[in-house]
């Protein structure tokens, strides 16, 4: 399946993956980019584990004092709903 991400949706996945997911990182294969787009290439099989890795990363750092969305979670539910496979 192909991606579309937007410059800081892949920024921020890049960064936080080389983090504390080295094995995710290097299965990102980036096809393309288009102006402030980057596409990428994926099985189903990973698409699962991006999205479970970002739930996760909401519940821990996606919410502020009064239960709203922090910058941070914003970008982590937009790639929930991006890796999301039917």
């Known amino acids: 399946?192909?991606?579309k991400l937007n410059k800081n949706q892949?920024?921020?996945?890049?960064?936080s993956l080389?983090?504390?997911?080295?094995v995710l990182k290097l299965?990102?294969?980036?096809?393309?980019k288009e102006n402030q787009?980057?596409?990428?290439?994926i099985d189903e099989e990973m698409a699962d584990e991006i999205r479970d890795w970002a739930s996760d990363?909401?519940?821990?750092?996606g919410?502020?004092?009064?239960?709203?969305l922090t910058?941070?979670?914003?970008?982590?539910?937009?790639?929930i709903d991006l890796f999301y496979v039917e």
């Open 57 to 61: 990363e909401l519940q821990r750092k």
């Open 37 to 41: 787009f980057v596409l990428i290439e």
């Open 71 to 79: 910058s941070e979670g914003k970008i982590l539910e937009e790639l």
């Open 1 to 3: 399946m192909i991606v």
């Open 27 to 32: 299965k990102l294969k980036e096809i393309s």
């Open 63 to 68: 919410f502020g004092i009064n239960y709203e």
């Open 10 to 15: 892949f920024d921020y996945l890049s960064y």
């Open 18 to 22: 080389s983090e504390k997911q080295e």
